[in-house]
């Protein structure tokens, strides 16, 4: 395996202001994500795709160096982590160097370790599209999750007849924190375009992800109650 492991951090984020370098129990949200990946690969292999002269130094303050800052196309609330991704392959390309397996491991999943980072590499096989981190969803379609029909009433999204929310079938749901991607695969088409894809079953501490405020307040929680 020819590894490249992004750890995508943009500087603008409206849900909590700076949070990928705002500090969560005693460091930076994403020396989490660093420390976690660095517990599986070298230095070489792990690229923080930043357009943010501020988590960029941070990053170099960590010991990890920081190969680029990204193009202002790739900076604004548009850009998409598909382009972020090709973008980072282009440029370790030019590099000289090509990878065959994409990691992306989002900083906004704290509570991902390397141990859970490993054992989902141990599942990846070259004839695989991605190896995807999920957690059982508790919005099961089969019995919470309903939809408007054509008279505004509403049905289920998928229609059954479960009395007990334990007999529907499991569903899962990406819960963000870990991909590892053939990078052949991502070249051809989009990662929800992927078909060839296995799941990487974490619990909900493992998933939690941090997009707003209250899950802030709840990743405190968790990294004042645990050792990470």
């Known amino acids: 395996m020819k ?56 990053v170099e303050q960590l010991g990890l160096k920081v190969p680029f800052l990204r193009p202002n196309e790739l900076a604004s609330d548009t850009a998409g982590t598909y382009e972020v991704l090709l973008h980072a392959i282009s440029h370790y390309e ?8 994409l990691i992306l491991l989002q900083p906004t999943s704290p509570f991902r370790t390397s ?16 190896v995807v981190g999920v957690k059982e969803t508790k919005s099961n379609p089969y019995y919470i999750l309903f939809e408007e029909d054509s008279n505004g009433y509403l049905k289920k999204s998928k229609e059954a007849d479960f009395t007990r929310r334990q007999d529907c079938p499991k569903v899962w749901e990406y819960n963000g924190a870990i991909y590892i991607i053939n990078v052949k695969a991502l070249k051809e088409k989009t990662i929800s375009q992927f078909t060839k894809v296995r799941k990487f079953e974490m619990d909900e501490t493992a998933s939690h992800d941090i997009d707003t405020l209250l899950d802030w307040k709840i990743a405190e929680i968790i990294a004042n109650s645990q050792e990470i």
């Open 94 to 101: 030019s590099e000289g160097y090509f990878p065959d397996t």
């Open 3 to 58: 590894p490249l492991i992004v750890i995508p951090a943009r500087g603008g984020s409206k849900g909590v202001p700076r949070k990928n370098i705002k500090v969560l129990g005693d460091k930076p949200l994403i020396q989490y994500t660093i420390d976690a990946a660095k517990g599986v690969f070298d230095d070489e292999f792990i690229c923080v795709s930043t357009d943010d002269f501020e988590i960029k130094s941070v």
């Open 115 to 130: 141990k859970h980072i490993q054992a989902a590499l141990d599942l990846y096989q070259e004839e695989l599209d991605m």
